[in-house]
């Protein structure tokens, strides 16, 4: 149904017509989405084999979301040239705010810590932030 617009009380209003950026800014307060291949957050190689990196969300979040991944690989860190590697966790967000979440990221090994990271989705990949009512 569109064009409906519930009214409190015996006093009638214009209707408002909402813009699509709008309406889709006020449900990204409570739910967000990162699809297949797609970056989703920069940090740096802690060890050869773990990454912490920062994930900015697209808009503040109504409270500090749960995150859900598809899985133990979800992703895939860049070492600074065209080499990849997988991420072995499937819960890696281990500090959660309104407007950014860390990821703590086991990943193989052969990084070399004091590099920059990228994280990327993979090919089927998602994650999820939620934060409904």
């Given amino acids: 149904i569109t064009g409906v617009q519930l009214e409190v009380g015996q006093n009638e209003t214009s209707f408002e017509h909402e813009s699509f950026e709008r309406t889709l800014s ?41 995150m859900t991944t598809s899985g133990n690989t979800f992703a895939k860190v860049y070492t600074g040239s065209s080499n990849t590697k997988p991420v072995d966790d499937s819960s890696p967000f281990d500090l959660i705010k ?36």
């Avoid at 409570?30 to 190689?45: D, L, N």
Wanted: with cysteine; glycine share 8%; charged share 10%.
């Fill in 26 to 66: 006020k449900c990204q307060r409570y739910f967000q989405s990162w699809g297949a291949v797609q970056a989703v957050g920069a940090g740096t190689w802690y060890s050869a084999s773990q990454v912490i990196a920062f994930m900015p969300f697209h808009k503040i979040m109504r409270d500090e979301p749960t």
């Fill in 98 to 133: 309104t407007t950014v979440t860390r990821m703590n990221l086991s990943v193989s090994s052969n990084g070399t810590a004091g590099h920059g990271a990228m994280v990327q989705t993979q090919t089927s990949a998602y994650i999820y932030a939620d934060a409904e009512l």
